[in-house]
């Protein structure tokens, strides 16, 4: 399954730059391969970094990570859902609620890749479970149309859009 194979309609248009973003991607590679970086990336960073913010009413660095982990949860969730043909409509998520209820500034480096490795490593059994009919099933996230293989995708160009804007604002 490649990020080319996929259509616009099966995603809102809000995710399309994150799609763009991969390039054209096997999404089990890219889901491996998003790990290992993200991996590398988070031995590399110091403990006191985890607290800087590039600006007033910004998020800190350990903020930004507890997103991109509880972001992927929810989408792994879509993709369960519309995977298994369940076609009940899911509302969509305020990231400003979820952030200050991470208790991200409490994690320590090693928490948070813990708790990223866990989720990645969920996400990767759930996307091996899926056959290529429930990877395009489409099923209704944010008052939009989205198909079980979008959302594995949008996880993966997620978390690269956050690491560019990481590696730019808090570096």
Partial sequence: MRSSDLTVSEYNPYYHTYILALGDVNLMDSLKDGKESFTSFMEGLSEEKLNYSYGEGKWTLAEVLMHIIDAERVFQYRALRFGRNDDTPLAGFDQDVYVPQSNASKKTKNEILDEYQAVRNSTISL?????????????????????????????????????????????
Wanted: hydrophobic share 40%; charged share 25%; aromatic share 12%.
């Fill in 127 to 171: 996307f091996k479970s899926f056959n290529g009919d429930a990877l395009k099933r489409i099923g209704m996230a944010s008052d939009s149309k989205m198909s079980t293989r979008a959302m594995g995708f949008i996880i993966c160009g997620h978390q690269a859009h956050h690491l560019k804007i990481i590696r730019e604002r808090y570096f």
